[in-house]
């Protein structure tokens, strides 16, 4: 990767989130973790040659203690998603019109991309969601209501759909 690269590691107040983005918009942002440390290593090795510029991200992370304070935030960022197939890319994006508070089905999801018998394939793409809470992955659950498969654990997107529905984690 180039030095175009920037990145933050901040706390949100539930935890730390590591935030890389490119010059097209942010790339990765990880779900929060216990120490700052573990929040680089969960951004991977492109953190190395990325620029630390705090000054960047301030807003993105008000918006980020908003939401994690349980109260509803919009992400209108710009999007880099360059790193993932045309099919996760379309995925991703369906993914993130999902309103707060919300949920759709996997099914549903398959369907929004013209793939009504994918739903297997749609969560795989959602697994390799590089933008967790940016591209609400967790608002997808299965056609029974259970909440499926999730990148951080099931526990924390049962946390996050309590969190959108008004419960504190």
Not at 111 to 123: E, K
Request: a positive charge.
């Amino acid at each position: 990767m180039t030095s175009d690269l920037t990145y933050i590691i901040s706390d949100t107040g539930t935890g730390w989130v590591g935030i890389l983005a490119t010059p097209s918009g942010l790339a990765r942002i990880t779900l929060p973790q216990t120490t700052a440390e573990k929040a680089r290593l969960a951004l991977g090795p492109a953190v190395a040659s990325a620029r630390y510029a705090p000054h960047l991200f301030r807003n993105l992370i008000a918006r980020l203690q908003t939401y994690f304070g349980g109260r509803e935030a919009s992400f209108p960022d710009r999007l880099d998603l360059s790193a993932g197939t045309p099919f996760q890319r379309l995925v991703w994006e369906k993914t993130r019109v999902i309103p707060y508070g919300q949920t759709r089905s996997y099914s549903w999801l398959a369907q929004q991309v013209d793939l009504p018998g994918a739903p297997r394939a749609v969560g795989q793409a959602l697994g390799r969601n590089p933008l967790p809470i940016i591209i609400p992955c967790h608002r997808v659950i299965s056609a029974s209501g259970k909440p499926g498969g999730y990148s951080g654990g099931p526990e924390i997107k049962q946390r996050l759909l309590r969190l959108e529905a008004g419960n504190k984690p």
